[in-house]
């Protein structure tokens, strides 16, 4: 009888951890495992700029929305995890490309826009759709951490917030919207 993977285990098709699956590139893996990271920079960034607490607590928050995938009740979420953590492992840190909030979100738009693509491509839709939740629900854990309350008015947008206007743009970037 075949060995079946435990919740929160990488699957159990023989692949190694942080090995990108076989439908998928060095260069393609690579896009889809650092994409959950790029979020959590570009809404630190934000929250840095906006929150009246930004603290360390939003970015913890990030961290824990990456580990959370590892419940997640899909193979692809659950080995981008797996990727993700083998990468830190091997002591590789590839950090963000901009350090500006605005170059840094059109960079996170983009990188969502070639991984929308791809996973139509190349992912089971319903992979697809857990990947894409997956990070934009990292990114709303850091932005909810900064505000305890919720995501208040800011920045004179009646009913919006520069937080809900990001995460807002991210959700259609990631094709949820």
């Known amino acids: 009888m075949p060995r079946q993977s435990a919740p929160g285990d990488p699957p159990v098709a023989g692949r190694p951890w942080g ?3 076989q439908e998928y ?9 650092r994409l959950p990271g790029q979020a959590i920079v570009v809404a630190t960034l934000l929250v840095r700029a906006t929150a009246t607490r930004p603290g360390i607590g939003s970015g913890l928050a990030g961290l824990e929305g990456i580990a959370a995938g590892r419940a997640f009740d899909s193979d692809l979420v659950r080995a981008v995890v797996a990727g993700i953590y083998a990468e830190s492992d091997s002591g ?39 990947y894409r939740q997956w990070v934009q629900s990292i990114a709303a854990r850091v932005c909810r951490a900064a505000r305890p309350g919720g995501l208040t008015p800011l920045d004179g947008v009646p009913g919006g917030s520069a937080e809900r206007r990001f995460l807002d743009e991210l959700g259609s970037a990631l094709g949820l919207v």
């Open 19 to 21: 090995r990108p699956p």
């Open 25 to 33: 590139s060095p260069a393609e893996w690579h896009l889809l495992t």
């Open 92 to 130: 590789r840190q590839d950090g963000p490309q901009a350090t500006d909030r605005a170059t840094a979100e059109a960079e996170v738009f983009a990188a969502c826009a070639r991984a929308v693509r791809l996973l139509a491509e190349r992912a089971d839709p319903a992979d697809s759709a857990a």
